[in-house]
């Protein structure tokens, strides 16, 4: 049974740029959630799609954007990279037709972004 | 809102020793609460999650948590640590929504032999 799968692992831009992660979700799952990781604090909630629209998002800026396709994966996007976005970018899937505030999320590797 | 708050960021066991991580939650309606593990270089892992179906609750590993509603706690015990148990541990609960968990900022465990 694959788990939640992310691309790349590492990835390093310079400030100004933009950049796309992209997430695989858990086999049947059809919930897809954003978090950002910063170095020694925990994650942070960015927003979660499903059935490809926004369901719920974080306080983040409109320059994180996301999208999930048919087949329940998922892109961040974020523009204008600063220093400050340097963290890890976690995916988390999850069953988004049952379970309620009690559901799971189950977390993928994440992807470490550095921004210089 | 809800939020968690992880008392203390660093805890030293030996090995063999209790293991007792701290959290504590503030949340206006029943919450729902969740304990991950991130070994290094590696996303969460869930260890165990309170949906109020029973107070005590086992998780994998060994580790379990006791929900307390009067003291608005939900503490991570493991009664013998292993080398293996050193990793980062983060308390979250869940948003009214079930959309979004809120994390505490974790608690690094670190076992000595």
């Known amino acids: 049974d694959a788990g939640v799968t992310q691309s790349p692992t590492h990835l390093i831009k310079t400030r100004g740029q933009q950049v796309t992660l992209r997430c695989s979700p858990k086999?049947?799952?059809?919930?897809v959630s954003w978090y950002q990781q910063a170095l020694g604090q925990g994650p942070q909630f960015i927003f979660q799609y499903y059935e490809e629209e926004e369901r719920q998002r974080g306080n983040f800026p409109d320059r994180f954007s996301g999208h999930q396709f048919p087949n329940y994966s998922s892109e961040l996007n974020v523009n204008a990279l600063w220093l400050g976005d340097s963290a890890l970018y976690l995916c988390?899937?999850?069953?988004?037709?049952?379970?309620?505030?009690?559901?799971?999320?189950?977390f993928g590797p994440g992807t470490r972004l550095l921004v210089l | 809102a809800q939020s968690v708050t992880q008392l203390g960021s660093h805890v030293s066991v030996s090995e063999g020793a209790l293991v007792l991580l701290r959290c504590n939650y503030s949340?206006?309606?029943?919450?729902?609460l969740f304990w991950y593990v991130q070994y290094p270089n590696q996303g969460l892992q869930l260890l165990l999650k309170?949906?109020?179906?029973?107070?005590l609750v086992k998780g994998i590993n060994g580790f379990e948590a006791e929900f307390k509603k009067s003291e608005t706690s939900f503490h991570l015990t493991k009664p013998s640590a292993h080398m293996s148990d050193a990793a980062e541990y983060f308390c979250?609960?869940?948003?009214?929504?079930?959309?979004?968990?809120?994390f505490g900022k974790g608690t690094t465990l670190s076992v000595s032999s």
């Open positions: 086999s049947g799952h059809d919930t």
């Open positions: 949340s206006s309606v029943p919450p729902y």
């Open positions: 309170y949906t109020s179906a029973a107070t």
């Open positions: 979250a609960v869940s948003n009214q929504a079930g959309t979004a968990l809120i």
């Open positions: 988390a899937s999850s069953l988004g037709s049952t379970g309620g505030p009690g559901k799971t999320q189950y």
